[in-house]
């Protein structure tokens, strides 16, 4: 508690959808920034998360470039405004620092869809198989990986891998099949992982839309379980190829800056659209699909950002065991290609 603290966060009220109670005002801008400098923590939002999150961050990106500028903060304390598996590969690149998530309550159904128990068993069955997850994964899973990857460079990841060994791939089965389709690799064996939030976005949708919005360009980033499907189908021939663009986050600010279209599909969570109306307000961005949102994502609201900046919870904690293999696995992933920035 300190001593100057805003009467209004009094209201924080702890809900079964996450913390509410608190309406993100000027007064609670000034609230939270007056924290974060007591606390000597930087704020990182991910891209998907609500508007005034994102608005009162320092750093707004993607989930590896976020860890990247958390391991080379001054700040001895990092917020992390995302899911906790995010949270988790912060730590794991920053294990001296504090890392605290508003909610740890914000999990990922594509990152529960395997659990480390699992993978064991997995493993067992594949005695000599090298694993490969997708940045996806909680810790312990991916302390349990040879390599991690992003949808950026899976391909890659998976052709460095010598063609005799079979290869085990985990959690995403759409980024699974791409990846399978493009190398042709006929001894890999793919995890039946989704993520559930968003199975929304298929095939019958995304040609519909791209039907009835003839001049519009369709960007798909596919760094999320909501659009590796996209990124499946946009292989399969279901949207014409020139008006594909598969885009990482950076990439898609940059195209919606260059390109000439009045409109814009965007095959990706709806929270994404904050950043690209920002960067080019004069074009017409819409979501192919926009029911496309995450819930676990919008648990972190002004009012968790507050707890967690008042009372310093949720505290990520990776053993450290756990945490040195998994660096290892994150490691080989950013030395593979151009691995992006992961969701
Ligand atoms: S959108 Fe899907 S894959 Fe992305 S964090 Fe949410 S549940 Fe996980």
Not at 132 to 138: F, K, L
Not at 267 to 279: D, N, S
Request: with cysteine; glycine share 8%.
């Amino acid at each position: 508690m300190t001593t100057t603290e805003w009467a209004g966060a009094a209201a924080i009220v702890d809900g079964p959808g996450g913390y509410t109670g608190i309406e993100a005002t000027p007064e609670w801008a000034e609230e939270v920034r007056r924290l974060a400098r007591e606390r000597n923590a930087t704020l990182l939002a991910h891209n998907y998360q609500l508007p005034a999150i994102q608005d009162i961050a320092d750093h707004v990106g993607d989930s590896l470039a976020l860890s990247r500028i958390a391991a080379e903060a001054e700040e001895d304390t990092i917020v992390f405004c995302g899911v906790h598996f995010m949270a988790e590969t912060a730590k794991i690149l920053s294990p001296n620092k504090t890392v605290l998530i508003p909610d740890e309550r914000a999990g990922c159904s594509l990152a529960d869809s395997i659990t480390a128990d699992q993978l064991r068993e997995w493993k067992a069955e594949y005695p000599d198989a090298v694993v490969v997850s997708y940045v996806n994964t909680t810790a312990e899973v991916k302390g349990l990986t040879d390599i991690c990857c992003t949808s950026s460079n899976a391909v890659d990841v998976v052709a460095s891998i010598d063609p005799d060994r079979e290869v085990l791939f985990l959690p995403d089965q759409f980024l699974g099949a791409h990846v399978k389709r493009v190398t042709g690799r006929e001894n890999m064996h793919i995890w039946a992982g989704e993520c559930h939030v968003h199975a929304g976005i298929n095939g019958e949708e995304l040609a519909a839309q791209a039907k009835s919005h003839p001049d519009a360009d369709l960007f798909v980033h596919p760094e999320c379980g909501c659009a590796t499907s996209a990124l499946y189908l946009a292989g399969e021939g279901f949207v014409p190829d020139d008006k594909v663009k598969i885009l990482s986050t950076g990439g898609m600010i940059d195209a919606a800056r260059a390109t000439g279209a009045k409109q814009v599909l965007v095959a990706t969570e709806v929270g994404m659209l904050h950043q690209l109306r920002k960067a080019a307000p004069g074009i017409d961005f819409q979501a192919v699909n926009d029911r496309a949102s995450c819930p676990y994502m919008k648990m972190i609201t002004p009012a968790a950002l507050l707890r967690c900046l008042r009372d310093g919870k949720d505290e990520v904690h990776v053993d450290p065991a756990v945490a040195e293999r998994a660096r290892l696995s994150v490691q080989r992933m950013i030395a593979i290609g151009n691995p992006g920035g992961g969701e």
